[in-house]
């Protein structure tokens, strides 16, 4: 008895020795299954600290990860569950995300359409096309293929699909296409990266997209198979995970991609929020002339698949979606596009991605020209304007000199940019790209709505203000 109690104590000890002993103490250490920053050693004083030390340690225990793989990969052979924090198991062995249940905000739903409502209004007012851009996902395409018990009704699309017909907004929703074409092919994975639709279902996605773009600028055709070099490629487990898989998936190679080129580097320094960093500015110098050049408010249907769309458009700015759209004359400042794209997956629309207060509260500038019937007024003193520049983003401010006025512009030819307007701090702000933008020429202008009356100052510029 003796002998299997110390053999006991034994066996436990060598389990926490082991796990003291492999203890992950790497600063900023990534979990590869979890997809995020493991926890970093609380401080005292800063909330609790005991709940903070369990959460530390559980993350950074030795073996965790090999802890975690073999509990997944035991319940997945012994009972065929998916025990693991993303995915989950539907039938015929579909593996979808997370399944929650289809209740949703009315409200915020209602918000978000006037929020789009408002940025197409902005669009129209400057003679821009604006498409939103909607993809279903894999939980509408591939319902037949959900767990038995889970009950979708697909609710929350047709509502929203109402809304967007009852605002007017001009859209495009791919769900129909990938619907018929499932019939036939596999647009989204059996199993791997469950949460988007595979490199086929992109080519029919951004046909789509393309064909809505061309009644705007003909010259913009669509997709053929023949773009593309379509090969497969062997994957052996699911997307930011260790779940054993075994499936061919499609990839597509754009044929055209020497013909691309990225200029991020000369836009490092733009503003994005720091959960939404994904960003690229490329330029098809193969493109005709009459190729627009298009804005795109995007998220991770489209992020890794830009080569859809690069060489169908003379210039692609790609924004990660969400909260960056929120500062959607930000970017319309800096790009002064041709057409503007704003594009979601189904499963991101709430306030998870969309903050409903920021949304509802946006404002932005009207149009200039609605004030073309104004008393024009030419300044006799200049505008000091300070700027700091960081590759082609200029950034400025200055002082208000007219603390009447309702709204500010930057013209210089035909751009014109909208700065916001601080009423406490009495200043102006925006941003421009240096290579778009001529600021030698540039005109500040003042308006007072209800003096009916427009202010027009030169401008001297001071670096490093």
Not at 347 to 357: E, H, I, K, R
Not at 389 to 403: A, D, L, M, R, T
């Amino acid at each position: 008895m003796k002998s299997l109690k110390l053999g006991f104590v034994i066996i436990i000890c060598s389990i926490i020795g082991l796990g003291i002993g492999g203890f992950n103490l790497e600063p900023d250490s990534i979990s590869e299954i979890d997809n995020r920053k493991l926890t970093t050693f609380p401080t005292i004083g800063e909330g609790d600290f005991t709940d903070s030390v369990e959460n530390y340690v559980s993350d950074r225990i030795g073996f965790r990860t090999w802890a975690i793989d073999t509990f997944t990969w035991l319940n997945d052979k012994l009972f065929n569950e998916m025990v693991h924090p993303t995915y989950t198991y539907g039938k015929d062995g579909y593996v979808f995300f997370k399944l929650s249940d289809e209740e949703y905000d009315i409200e915020w739903l209602d918000g978000f359409v006037a929020f789009l409502l408002q940025l197409q209004t902005y669009c129209d007012e400057r003679n821009i096309p604006f498409i939103f851009w909607l993809n279903p996902a894999k939980t509408t395409v591939y319902s037949n293929y959900l767990p038995d018990g889970y009950n979708f009704t697909g609710k929350f699309l047709r509502d929203l699909l109402q809304r967007l017909d009852e605002a007017g907004i001009n859209y495009v929703n791919t769900t129909d296409v990938l619907m018929q074409k499932k019939e036939s092919e596999q647009v989204f994975n059996v199993k791997y990266d469950a949460g988007h639709w595979n490199d086929l279902g992109a080519f029919y996605g951004t046909n789509a997209i393309l064909d809505k773009i061309s009644e705007f600028f003909p010259s913009v055709r669509s997709n053929t198979f023949d773009d593309f070099e379509c090969l497969t490629s062997h994957v052996t487990s699911l997307s930011v995970s260790h779940f054993a898989i075994d499936e061919d998936v499609p990839v597509f190679l754009n044929t055209q991609s020497n013909s691309i080129l990225s200029l991020a580097d000369d836009y490092a320094s733009l503003n994005l929020n720091a959960n939404y960093t994904d960003y690229d500015v490329l330029i098809n110098t193969a493109a005709q002339d009459e190729y627009p050049r298009v804005l795109f408010f995007q998220g991770s249907y489209v992020n890794g698949r830009r080569r859809f769309i690069e060489s169908r458009i003379k210039e692609y700015d790609s924004i990660h979606n969400y909260e960056n759209v929120l500062d959607f004359d930000y970017y319309f400042n800096i790009f002064q596009p041709d057409c503007v794209i704003f594009e979601t997956a189904e499963y991101t629309l709430s306030a998870s991605y969309f903050d409903y207060a920021t949304m509802i509260n946006c404002t932005f500038n009207p149009s200039l020209n609605q004030f073309d019937s104004y008393e024009e007024v030419q300044m006799n003193t200049d505008c000091i304007i300070g700027y700091e520049e960081s590759g082609n983003i200029v950034n400025f401010s200055s002082e208000n000199p007219w603390s009447s006025a309702n709204y500010a512009y930057l013209q210089s030819g035909n751009l014109i940019l909208d700065l916001k307007m601080d009423f406490e701090e009495y200043t102006l702000s925006a941003s421009f790209d240096s290579t778009r933008f001529d600021s030698e020429n540039a005109k500040l202008i003042l308006l007072d709505e209800e003096a009916k009356e427009k202010r027009i100052y030169d401008v001297k510029w001071v670096s490093g203000s």
